[in-house]
Nanobody, 116 residues
């Protein structure tokens, strides 16, 4: 059974950094496009960053370009999101997503709060 478990969230001051991790199991991680999404109360879930199955292609939403870096370690079946220069508007629950064709898996989410 496919499982995605996020970790690394927490409370950080504006300008600070966090690194999220997503440990995958139960499916062939290296075959899947992986993404990070985020959601705040009352808003739709939005995609933050994606990375191809091989890791050679990445994309970001404009609001995080130059501050966030998505990466993956296929040998460890783990996805990462390095977040630097965090802003209060980055506060959200961050979700890990695995997609291949019609198959989509989600993690349970990890809370990131940026506040002084």
């Amino acid at each position: 059974q496919a499982q995605l478990v996020e970790s690394g969230g927490g409370l950080v001051q504006p300008g600070g950094s966090l690194k999220l991790s997503c440990a995958a199991s139960g499916f062939r991680f290296s075959y899947y496009t992986m993404s990070w999404y985020r959601q705040t109360t009352g808003k739709e879930r939005e995609i933050v960053a994606s990375i191809s199955s091989t890791g050679d292609s990445t994309s970001y939403v404009d609001s995080v370009k130059g501050r966030f870096t998505i990466s993956r370690d296929n040998a460890k079946s783990t996805l990462y999101l390095q977040m630097n220069s965090l802003k209060p508007e980055d506060t959200a629950v961050y979700y890990c997503n695995a997609a291949r064709g019609r198959t989509v898996n989600w993690g349970q989410g990890t809370q990131v709060t940026v506040s002084s």
